[in-house]
Structures are given as C-alpha cells and as structure tokens.
T-cell receptor, first 112, second 115 residues
C-alpha cells in the first residue's frame, strides 16, 4: 500500500547547523504532502504543506519542496535552534482511503 | 479560533474496563479523525467521521468504536481494555472541500495507561 519513509533518527545537531530530514513517499496519483512537528508531551502541529508538484511549503524558517520526479518532500532549515528539538513527521494524504499516512517520525535534538 | 480540545488529558484504567475519550473540533470543521500513537507502532489511523457518519476505518479490532454528534464533537470508546491499549490517542479535525479532507489539525491528545 501507499507509504511514507523518513530517515531514521535520532538526529543530533549543534545550534545554527543546517538541517535536512529526508522524506519519500509512494502514492497513486498526486497526494498532498505535509510536515508535522511534535514537541514533548504535546500533540502534532502542522508545520508546512504542499498540495502539488513543485510547490514549496515554508514556515518558521523550515522549507520543503514537493518533488514529483523523485517522490520526495525533504524538510530543510538553514540554522536550527535549541527550541527546534522535537519529533518531525512527514505525511501524505491518501485520496482513496481518505486518511493521512504518516512516516515513523524523526527525532531531532539540537545542542547549544 | 480555539484549537482542537481533548478530554481528559490523562487516564489510568485497569484491564477489562472501558473508556470514553472526547474531542471537540475547531469550529466549522466537520471531519474528525482519531489516531493511536505508541512508541512501537507510531501513528496509526483509527477512524474518521464526517457529518455524524464513519467514512473510513483503520485496522483495529471492534473494541474500538466512535461516534460523532450533530455539533461535530466526537467520542471514541475502547471496551475490554488490554495492556497494549496504553497509548496517546490523538484527535484531528480537518478542513474539507466538497467533503474531501484538506488539512488536519491535532489536539494535545489523551494519554491512556492501562494497568
């Protein structure tokens, strides 16, 4: 079935380092793609989304571009902060099942 | 607008008991989905309701059920609790277009511990 794959964590970076979290998906058709972030003890927060090929979602310094040719939606940030420490989930919307399919999550730790 | 609210935030139950969790979606959202989150299985889809009807269901046993009321508030019920039901249960309300889900917004979750 359709799935979302993320790079395994945990990812540990120093403050101000460059971040990339890889995400690839399998899908029938052209799903909408999302990144969600989960801080400790909280629910998921929508970080950004893209609804069609070549769209770039951006928010709070994070960016991701919908790449149809490589079926990828990698998350990037130029300079991470300690407050970015969280678990990041890539997700796609399953147009046929009408539900969201989430990746396993990638834990990011940013050290001062 | 107020966000998605879930009650209670924490619950402790014993095996064999049943539990009911509540979710109030963002005002105007008619679609509500439920997820189970565990360290081993990650986020797993339970079911989705739209206009009081269950539209989609994940691969969970019949002990897991839900409903949605006319004001879009939703409840999920788990009967005959098992130790493995210990998890964070997340509710998400969604914007829709022509009935199709667009973007999901999550509540803080209810953490259930089964002893």
């Amino acid at each position: 079935g359709d799935s979302v794959t993320q790079m395994e964590g945990p990812v540990t970076l120093s403050e101000e380092a460059f971040l990339t979290i890889n995400c690839t998906y399998t899908a029938t058709g052209y799903p909408s793609l999302f990144w969600y972030v989960q801080y400790p003890g909280e629910g998921l927060q929508l970080l950004l989304k893209a609804t069609k090929a070549d769209d770039k979602g951006s928010n709070k310094g994070f960016e991701a571009t919908y790449r149809k040719e490589t079926t990828s939606f990698h998350l990037e940030k130029g300079s991470v902060q300690v407050s970015d420490s969280a678990v990041y989930f890539c997700a796609r919307f399953d147009n046929y099942g009408q539900n969201f399919v989430f990746g396993p999550g990638t834990r990011l730790s940013v050290l001062p | 607008k107020a966000g998605v609210t879930q009650t209670p935030r924490y619950l402790i139950k014993t095996r064999g008991q049943q539990v009911t969790l509540s979710c109030s979606p963002i005002s105007g959202h008619r679609s509500v989905s439920w997820y189970q989150q565990t360290p081993g299985q990650g986020l797993q889809f339970l079911f989705e309701y739209f206009s009081e009807t269950q539209r989609n269901k994940g691969n969970f046993p019949g002990r897991f059920s839900g409903r949605q009321f006319s004001n879009s508030r939703s409840e999920m019920n788990v009967s005959t609790l098992e130790l493995g039901d210990s998890a964070l249960y997340l509710c998400a309300s969604s914007t829709t277009s022509g009935g199709a889900v667009e973007t999901q917004y999550f509540g803080p979750g209810t953490r259930l511990l089964v002893l």
